[in-house]
């Protein structure tokens, strides 16, 4: 269906927009930048901070019986307003003029940041938002760059604990309302309000309540200034000094889209990444706050072999040669392979491959079922269980687990294989049932029950420390990007079983993600036909599964309602 398109005239030039679109959308779209800070496009707009005023005009009305003259193009002359509007809470009309700049504008501009910089600390150089502050680029692009005020500063609550994970410093607080619109709005806990009246209004908590809410943390990403901040992140790293790199969260089916920050190897912060088939905005606080154990010293960092039920360190190559030849003693049925719906789609086609190798018949991933939010945590706690049936083919993931373990018990089965899982530490194994196989290998990034009874141990890359693809809950691929580089002898899962393939005998020839995304291409009929290229930073749709995300079957009503612009 064609949308209602209406003329717009933008500092000058002539645009078309959809009938109902928001000046400042409206600029944006144009390419025309309009300051703000109450204003976000998931939000309702308050018109709270009056930052984004620009001058409006529209065509005079005609006298009784006047026709009104248009230009060459059809366009009706405008009759500017003699006082400015706000572009946040404004929709435009046909013939519309905006001015984005110009005395009445800047005037009007400077004297809202004077009045947001009156009892402002000057406390910059410390303050945790520096470098990415609002009010810090905006007041030097749009204030006068002195102030005339010269009483006290008012002073207002510092260093409150308002939640578990978010601190508020008030005195930098601008009245915005992001975070209380953000709390009522998006995730239905209305704890946040303002409390006093004038320039002693404070930011709150409603009495007997705190911020404990798991989304608590994205107050702090849309906060423009630096009164929210994060009790995780507050105080530890200057935003200038971190590398960015965009990828997708792991913790469940979702796979929110992520920036994580880093510096010299270390991870310091994820936030989340705008995309509206996943996420939107948002990002649960207890998946963006679960990756300090990538530092821990629970790490895994070099192969092991036990020897007289010692684990001693060896070299890679000494690990593959004695995984090999121990599990060459054992018929092809007698070899189970467990792999993870946590690896990449890249990862399970090398699975595949060893499969095919070694002739194994039985080969599965375990299930993680969890409790959905009815936000963006999903029931599936797998960020890639799609891709296990995809490329691996399984119909049912985990229906032959039970069969494993029983062949286990019966001595059916002598050896497994598991990547990237401690089945101990998750339930499903029992540590009998592992004391009694004559051979296991393991591969995981943290030490565990499951590879304290392996024969062969191999440390393997994390999430942030490999590159690859997964398909979310909805049927989404997407890219997962490298952030670190693993530790010590640390390699990534599918280097591991191209190894373990060519010293079977196979041959491979990957050298990198891109190349077994190409083998997946060719054999699996779900990729047939697409590049590496075509999935781009915000992923593509491959398959339809049915499931919705319930925050963003919100945010649709929510728009079609005309609440947000989204």
């Not at 936030?271 to 905005?281: A, K, L, M, Q």
């Not at 990862?347 to 190798?357: A, P």
Request: glycine share 8%.
């Amino acid at each position: 269906m064609s949308q209602d398109l209406i003329d717009v005239q933008i500092d000058g030039k002539w645009h078309k927009f959809p009938k109902g679109t928001r000046m400042i959308e409206a600029c944006r779209l144009a390419g025309v930048e309009v300051p703000h800070y109450c204003y976000h496009p998931k939000l309702s707009s308050p018109g709270n901070c009056r930052m984004c005023l620009v001058q409006m005009g529209m065509p005079p009305r005609p006298n009784p019986g006047e026709t009104p003259v248009t230009d060459a193009d059809g366009h009706l002359p405008i009759s500017w307003m003699p006082r400015a509007v706000i572009a946040c809470a404004n929709t435009i009309s046909p013939n519309m003029g905006i001015r984005t700049t110009g005395e009445v504008t800047e005037s009007c501009r400077q004297g809202v940041m004077e009045f947001l910089l009156a009892n402002h600390p000057l406390d910059c150089p410390i303050c945790d938002q520096a470098g990415e502050c609002s009010l810090q680029e905006f007041s030097v692009e749009h204030g006068k760059g002195e102030s005339r005020f010269r009483d006290q500063k008012v002073k207002k609550p510092k260093n409150v604990q308002v939640g578990p994970r978010v601190r508020l410093d008030d005195e930098r607080c601008i009245m915005c309302s992001r975070c209380i619109r953000f709390m009522d709005e998006i995730v239905d806990d209305p704890v946040l309000g303002f409390t006093d009246r004038g320039s002693h209004t404070t930011l709150a908590v409603h009495p007997g309540r705190d911020l404990s809410n798991n989304y608590s943390i994205n107050t702090v990403d849309i906060c423009p200034v630096g009164a929210l901040t994060s009790n995780d992140f507050r105080f530890r790293m200057r935003a200038w000094f971190m590398k960015e790199t965009d990828t997708i969260d792991t913790n469940c089916g979702t796979g929110s889209n992520i920036t994580v920050s880093t510096r010299q190897g270390k991870i310091y912060r994820i936030t989340p990444r705008r995309n509206n088939e996943v996420n939107s905005d948002w990002l649960p606080d207890s998946h963006r706050l679960n990756f300090h154990w990538i530092h821990s010293d629970k790490r895994l960092t070099d192969p092991m072999i036990k020897d007289r039920g010692k684990h001693r360190i060896a070299s890679h190559q000494d690990a593959i040669i004695t995984a090999v030849d121990k599990l060459r003693k054992f018929k092809p049925e007698e070899i189970a392979i467990i792999a993870s719906g946590r690896m990449t789609n890249e990862e399970l086609m090398m699975v595949r491959l060893l499969k095919q190798q070694i002739g194994v018949k039985d080969v599965d991933i375990i299930p993680r079922l969890g409790k959905p939010d009815g936000y963006l945590i999903s029931a599936d706690l797998n960020p890639n269980t799609h891709g296990a049936k995809s490329v691996l083919g399984l119909k049912d993931p985990g229906a032959s687990l039970e069969n494993i373990k029983k062949d286990i018990r019966s001595r059916k089965i002598k050896a497994l294989i598991v990547f990237q899982e401690d089945l101990i530490t998750g339930g499903l194994f029992k540590t009998v049932d592992l004391e009694s196989l004559d051979f296991l290998v393991s591969t995981y990034p943290l030490a565990n029950p499951t590879a304290d009874l392996a024969n062969v141990i191999f440390p393997a890359a994390c999430w942030a420390e490999k590159n690859g693809t997964m398909i979310n809950v909805t049927g989404r691929l997407q890219r997962l990007h490298q952030v670190i580089e693993a530790p010590g002898q640390t390699l990534k899962p599918w280097e591991i079983i191209r190894d373990l393939i060519q010293a079977f005998g196979g041959k491979t020839g990957f050298y990198s993600s891109m190349d077994i995304f190409s083998q997946i291409t060719r054999e699996v009929p779900d990729f047939a036909g697409l590049k590496w290229s075509d999935v781009g930073p915000q992923g593509i749709p491959l398959l339809k599964t049915g499931i919705t995300i319930p925050l963003l079957e919100r945010e649709k009503q929510r728009i079609k309602e005309g609440k947000i612009v989204g």
